[in-house]
């Protein structure tokens, strides 16, 4: 029983707590992936763009989402996915690369979503993908984790494809 909680411990500071980060390079796009810390995901895509990270900014947005920020000299858009899912994200963005020859993409995602996130973008984008996480508050990071479990057990087992 300790090993397995450990295991379980261990395994999760790596894929969630402290997921690896990709090196960034400029991309065709940057995806802001949507979630319980939108606001901080939403700043840290725009903040990419203005420095020049890409010249287009894909926005994931909820229903209740009024309107896309207006950037100078960066295209904004703004999409439901469908599923509205992370996986239905990742697909709108491939989709969209492929629609206007872009070849990598950087995903902006919450913090404990980077590795599935990752998997996904592996999945579904034949490009060159970029997953950066966001910062979230270390009181949500438990919730964050376990949450993060069942959706990457999802992820693995049920959304097997791209949406």
């Known amino acids: 029983m300790v090993v397995a909680l450990v295991a379980f411990l261990v395994a999760s500071a790596v894929l969630f707590v402290w997921p690896s980060s990709d090196r960034l ?3 065709g ?6 979630g319980q810390d939108e606001n901080v995901r939403l700043a840290l895509a725009e903040s990419l763009a203005k420095r020049g990270y890409a010249p287009v900014l894909l926005i994931s947005r909820g229903a209740g989402w ?4 207006d950037l100078p000299r960066i295209k904004v858009v703004c999409f439901i996915p469908h599923p509205s899912r992370t996986v239905g994200e990742v697909d ?3 989709r969209y690369a492929r629609k206007h020859g872009i070849t ?4 902006v995602a919450g913090h404990a979503q980077t590795t599935r996130a990752r998997l996904l973008a592996h999945r579904c984008f034949s490009g060159q993908s ?12 438990p919730y964050q ?9 999802k992820a693995t087992l049920v959304d097997r494809g791209c949406s």
């Open 25 to 27: 390079r400029p991309a």
């Open 130 to 141: 970029m997953v950066v996480a966001s910062a979230i508050p270390w009181s949500q990071m």
């Open 145 to 153: 984790v376990l949450y993060e479990w069942g959706a990457m057990l």
């Open 29 to 34: 796009a940057i995806v802001s992936l949507n």
């Open 66 to 69: 009024a309107s896309c920020p």
């Open 92 to 94: 709108f963005a491939a």
């Open 104 to 107: 990598s993409l950087i995903f």
